[in-house]
């Protein structure tokens, strides 16, 4: 392996730096992978991030209000004891600053700086059949060469800024929640406008209802949320945690959504209503995902279970919600509870109870377009001073396509997924050989505790380049029948939950034109986990190993 650390513009344009592995990205799985690849592999790695600091999603959405809905004991690194005993989280749902300081710390602990390249966009990718090798380049100039290219983007980093007819002339400021300003943004006695009631939109909207003079919400799907609780965390559980921390983690690992919780069997339909009431209202009272994992064990599965936690929710939004106008619209009735990403909340419902808060419901009264000074609907014109838009991102492709990646024969990955992305494992895909996703379409990642999931990757990727250089295999590429036999079985689990019936982002929904495909694996992690394991185990079944040149491919598998 070379050791080849030279800086790429130091070199110059036109020198070709030759690299075991180039890494996409900053953030959790992209500090990891680096790590991991440099540290444990002695592997010469070239990490490009576009932004000027690490921290992936945690860089960009610096939103008021932004936080973590994992609790902040198990959003974090779990591969080192000494930084699991060193740091100490004092948010029970961590902030954004404080998850940055949290990686900033990650960066400098493990030196893994020097081997970034900030505000550095990877602008193509391309597999060179010849010596099976990737060619990447830069918006920066920068030329490399490497035998593996790891995409560590995120699920969740393309913005999506919704085509309304206008944006151009309106005269005030307007913001996206997923590439927010390092500046403080004023809303000091501003008439504010927010797009947008998912996971950003109903965090920012009640912080934002606080320093804004007005905010007036567009609500196009009214949302199923549970109250978070937040609250500082308890040092005593924290040191609980920190004496158990082995446990915890097999736990999460082998679970459904990658947070330790004790699967529940009880259905929600074979108890008295008096039961189910006791058991929802307990949930309600601890808050967060407890409600959504620890309630019944066929909410997320069966309809007739889950019309009763949605009945539920709609009950103590009409509790909550002083004007019954305000809270009929806000009632969720198109969708299953946990069908679009679940969400969790401070305050959110009681924000509508501010007299500085007005609700428009964007459904039965559509924006027409943007003006110079506001936003006018069917029934009028809203004049604002700063728009923000929490209308999401085009979700779990947007940002590979961002990028000019193409496999042998000069494949697009673009094209390979223009009807919905295919992977095998969401690891790796047909035709783009020595290519590694980190959280990629068709594993669990965004239905999941992230970190666990990255975690997972980032191992299972290093056993696999390990296995390689030990059978002095050059190329691993997935096969075309693993692939599409993963993906039938992506289809199949999704098919299982209730997740198709709503149109969320998991499904390309929320972007105009996109196919409708389930991205996401909803099969769970401990059983994605154990099936990679089975694929490794096997000698990497589903993956043809070796030179990997035209005609010379090996077709029998090296174990
Ligand atoms: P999102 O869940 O996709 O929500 C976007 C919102 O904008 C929805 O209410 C959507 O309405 C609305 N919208 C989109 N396009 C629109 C248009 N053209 N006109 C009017 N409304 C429009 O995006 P997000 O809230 O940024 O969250 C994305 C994901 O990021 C989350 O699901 C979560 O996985 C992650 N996230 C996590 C956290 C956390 O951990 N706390 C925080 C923020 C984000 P419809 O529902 O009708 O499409």
Avoid at 4 to 18: I, L
Avoid at 67 to 72: F, G, N
Avoid at 514 to 543: I, L, S, T
Wanted: hydrophobic share 35%.
């Amino acid at each position: 392996m070379s050791n080849q650390q030279t800086d790429a513009k130091a070199a110059g344009a036109a020198k070709v730096d030759e690299l075991d592995a180039v890494v996409i990205g900053a953030g959790f799985s992209g500090l990891y992978m680096l790590h991991r690849l440099r540290d444990e592999l002695s592997m010469s790695v070239r990490v490009y991030e576009t932004g000027d600091g690490v921290g992936g999603t945690w860089y960009w959405n610096r939103y008021p209000g932004a936080r973590c809905d994992s609790e902040s004991y198990i959003y974090c690194f779990s591969f080192s004891d000494e930084l699991l005993q060193e740091w100490n989280w004092s948010g029970k749902y961590p902030e954004q600053p404080e998850i940055l300081s949290y990686l900033n710390h990650v960066a400098d602990r493990f030196d893994l700086r020097r081997d970034i390249q900030f505000s550095t966009r990877v602008t193509s990718a391309l597999f060179r059949e010849a010596d099976n090798r990737w060619e990447i380049e830069t918006d920066q100039g920068d030329r490399v060469s490497a035998q593996f290219l790891i995409t560590a983007i995120g699920c969740i980093s393309a913005s999506n800024v919704p085509d309304i007819k206008g944006l151009d002339s309106f005269e005030g400021e307007w913001y996206h929640t997923g590439a927010w300003p390092h500046e403080p943004v004023d809303f000091n006695n501003k008439r504010v406008g927010i797009i947008g009631t998912g996971s950003s939109g109903v965090q920012s909207i009640p912080v934002i209802a606080e320093r804004a003079g007005h905010l007036t919400v567009f609500q196009r799907t009214p949302q199923f949320t549970i109250p978070a609780r937040h609250e500082t965390v308890d040092q005593k559980f924290l040191e609980e945690v920190k004496a158990n921390y082995d446990e915890i983690w097999h736990k999460a690992r082998y679970s459904v959504g990658g947070i330790p919780a004790d699967p529940v069997e009880v259905s929600a339909l074979t108890v008295t209503a008096e039961e189910r009431q006791a058991v929802y209202e307990r949930g309600w009272a601890e808050g967060g995902f407890r409600f959504f994992f620890g309630t019944f064990g066929d909410i997320q599965v069966d309809r007739r279970a889950n019309d009763t936690a949605a009945e539920f929710i709609r009950s103590k939004i009409r509790e909550t919600v002083k004007d019954p106008e305000v809270a009929e619209k806000l009632l969720p009735t198109d969708h299953p509870f946990g069908s679009k990403r679940a969400l969790i909340d401070t305050n959110y419902f009681e924000t509508y109870n501010r007299d500085n808060v007005t609700l428009v419901d964007i459904r039965h009264n559509p924006i027409v377009e943007i003006t110079s000074k506001g936003i006018r609907t069917e029934d009028g014109e809203y004049e604002l001073d700063i728009i923000v838009f929490a209308t999401g991102f085009d979700a779990m492709t947007g940002t590979f396509f961002k990028i000019d990646i193409r496999g042998r024969d000069g494949e697009a990955l673009k094209d390979k997924w223009a009807e919905g992305p295919k992977t095998y494992l969401g690891l790796a895909a047909a035709g783009f050989p020595n290519m590694f996703m980190i959280t990629g379409p068709g594993s669990p990642s965004v239905l999941s505790n992230m970190p666990v999931s990255i975690e997972q990757h980032v191992e299972w990727i290093c056993d696999f380049i390990e296995h390689l250089r030990e059978h002095d295999a050059e190329v691993a590429e997935a096969e075309r029948e693993a692939e599409a036999a993963w993906v039938d079985h992506v289809n199949e689990a999704a098919e299982m939950t209730l997740f198709p019936l709503a149109n969320s982002w998991y499904l390309g929904a929320n972007i105009p034109g996109k196919p409708r495909v389930f991205m996401p694996y909803p099969g769970g992690v401990g059983n994605y986990r154990e099936k990679c394991d089975e694929v490794a185990a096997d000698g990497y079944e589903g993956f043809t190993l070796g030179a990997g040149r035209r005609g010379k491919r090996r077709t029998t598998r090296v174990s």
